[in-house]
């Protein structure tokens, strides 16, 4: 089993910056890769950012430019800074952890608001 636990979320204004962390726990070895994903009122789930065991990244087309996933392995924790936020960037973000097997594991998920 692997815990996961978001923060960082919360209101900033349009052309602001946060940064999400998502703290794993529990059986951490096995996970090949953790990512980032959001959901927006009304709308279904979709990714942000991942980054693999191996370092290797991918950004959805909407990120690209503006977000940036990182990682201190010795925290365990994963990071997305977000730059430039919109108002279409509001939602809420959660963290995702996928282990070896193919078993992910999703956190409770940190809200971020992006005012105009």
């Known amino acids: 089993q692997v815990q996961l636990v978001e923060s960082g979320g919360g209101l900033v204004q349009a052309g602001g910056s946060l940064r999400l962390s998502c703290a794993a726990s529990?059986?951490?070895?096995?996970?090949?890769?953790m990512g980032w994903y959001r959901q927006a009122p009304g709308k279904e789930r979709e990714l942000v950012a991942t980054l693999t065991k191996g370092g290797s990244t991918n950004y959805a087309d909407s990120a690209k430019g503006r977000f940036t996933v990182s990682r201190d392995s010795a925290k365990n924790t994963i990071y997305v800074q977000m730059n430039n936020l919109k108002p279409e960037d509001t939602a809420v973000y959660y963290c995702?952890?996928?282990?070896?097997?193919?078993?992910?594991?999703w956190g409770q998920g940190t809200q971020v608001t992006v005012s105009s």
């Open positions: 995702k952890a996928v282990d070896q097997l193919g078993t992910a594991y």
């Open positions: 529990g059986i951490i070895f096995g996970i090949n890769a």
